[in-house]
């Protein structure tokens, strides 16, 4: 009467899914809980559907009573998997629906209606009115009154997994996320049709089954969760426990990390490294086999250990660990890590801020190679730099960025021949935030090339004279970040703008620091280019990078600007390497210029040994631009 020859290899695929399941090591996030109860869950219903199946089939041969049981195991199994499969969904999505007890009851209403009227069909079935899912009697199995239930309870769960994708649907990240819980639902929802269409064909476990193998695919394969051959979990790992676990956080962090990790993969080369970072992410779980340890790329590493664990002293044990070499049969490696403990007494804070307090941390241990602790106060930084974001942001959009000028005066004339371009940006209460804070958070999160040109664009019009003011100075310096002075269709981009002002190129000269020096053939390339195209380079903060002679003689800088550290070493006790050095810089071509100048003595120092451009806070800090005009200009 049933076709049900199907049934059986779908339990067998779903014994190979959960076999692989618990063969890999994991998370036990929630979602991966409800996952495994829905395939255990989806087992039991195969099973129990293919046994009533059988024995309505035959039911002469079985007690009235076996047939109830079977058939209201099956329907037990079918409720509850409906509730489940919507579990699972909500999980995903991180809905809270749940959260709210009233909402909560709504939620499992149908279920536990389902399961409560199955057990009246089984227990009180022998009266007409209680036949309510089902009932069995001399003639075998019969659907009940309310049999219809089963697709009230369906169509009741898939609906609200449809709504809770539409409400959520801006937690999943991906794409590719969000079209297979689309699909997963869409499976459901024809699975149910199908049903009602094709009762006789069994079809709605098999549907069911297609469901649970689309999840799997896209969120439970254990896999995308490990690392390094699955020796730690992984960066998306960390992030998705992080998630799940933050507000009630028992574990302990211990964040590990390779001491001057990119120096040292140049060093032993990607592969070798690879078989390193395998040995470290086994030997700390094998050091505290209780914890969680986490691969964050990079040479980071983050152990979640049990809070009975002194941190202090496993840090010891590691920091023991790697004074002797990592050793296999295909690689040697002498590294040494940094430490990164966190002392976090009430960590009120959001996931990202969390997360990216510790890869700072970790960060900053990889470049000292230290065991630090880290406290609270670090991660107010990150709430502040969240903050700072949003000013820049902010300052960006309406283009409130202001620039101060800072004058540089000519020794030989003793006059303000040209200014410096600072810009400043304000908070949301109207404060100043000095560049030495925002400039690095705008390098770090992509908004330093808006914000660069902004910069640039208001030099140019200040220089262009459009408010009807003549400027009496011959150039102007502005700043260019590393970031900006990489892009290609940088040369482009700035004569567009200063064209647009109708002005020299030389009007405007561009300060790039050492950080810009990074590769010798690019960064030649790029001056030229835009040596060709008529602008000018300074170099910035000399002295504080490895520029060396033969590197600068082939850069066509107009002028190098002696960084503060070097004028006061000087100022303060004097030697015979600066002033050499300088009369080396002239022979060459180069203007020089000083920075940091406070006062008459300095300057004349300063002036003495051959600066020819002096910068500093005895002539002036820097000032709003209306004030540079006043006192400089008219
Ligand atoms: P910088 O380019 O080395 O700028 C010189 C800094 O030294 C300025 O700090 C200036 O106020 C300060 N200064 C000048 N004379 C003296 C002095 O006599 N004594 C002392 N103690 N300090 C002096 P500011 O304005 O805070 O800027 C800090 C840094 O931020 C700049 O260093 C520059 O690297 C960066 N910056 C500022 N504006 C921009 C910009 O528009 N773009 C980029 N990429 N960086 C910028
Ligand atoms: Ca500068
Ligand atoms: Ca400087």
Known sequence: MWNISFELPLVMILGIILAFFFSRPRLGLRRSRIFLNIVIIETLTILTDLVACLVDNNYAAYTITTVKIVNALYFVAFFSRAYMMYLFATAVMKDTLEKDAAIRVLIRLPMHAGVILTLISVFFGSWQFTHVIFYADGYGYHSGQLYNMVYVCGFYYVLLSFISLFLYRRKLGRRREKYSMLFYNLIILAALILRLALPDFLVMDTFIFMAILVVFLAFENPEYYLDLKGATFNDLAFNEHLAEHVSSLDEIPIGVSVYNYHEMREVYGYMQMQVGLIIIGKYLKQLCPKSRVFYYRNGRFILLTTSDIDVNEKAQEIIERFKRPLRSPEAELYLSVGIALYDLAQPEYSVETIASTMLKALDEVGRTGNVTTFFEEYLSRTEKEKYVKKCIE????????????????????????????????????????????????????????????????????????????????????????????????????????????????????????????????????????????????????YGTGYSNLSRLKKCPFINIKLDMSIVWDYCKEPEEILPNMLQAFKYMGFKITAEGVENLEMADTMKNIGCDFLQGYYYSKPIPQDEFVEKYMS
């Open 394 to 541: 902010n300052a960006l959009e309406t283009r409130s960025l202001e620039l101060y000028l800072q004058p540089i005066v000519d020794t030989s004339t003793g006059k303000v021949v040209g200014a410096e371009a600072l810009s400043r940006i304000k908070d949301l209460d109207g404060k100043i935030i000095p560049p030495g804070i925002f400039i690095p958070i705008a390098e770090n999160s992509g908004r330093i090339n808006e914000l660069g040109e902004l910069v640039f664009e208001k030099a140019c019009e200040f220089m262009s004279e459009s408010d009807g003011k003549p400027k009496n100075i011959e150039w102007i310096n502005v700043n260019l970040s590393p970031a900006q002075f990489v892009r290609t269709d940088l040369a482009e981009r700035y004569a567009a703008i200063i064209d647009k002002y109708g002005i020299d190129r030389d009007k405007v000269h561009l300060e790039i620091t050492e950080g810009c020096m990074i590769d010798d053939a690019f960064l030649q390339k790029q001056m030229d280019t835009m040596t060709e195209s008529g602008f000018k380079f300074v170099l910035d903060d």
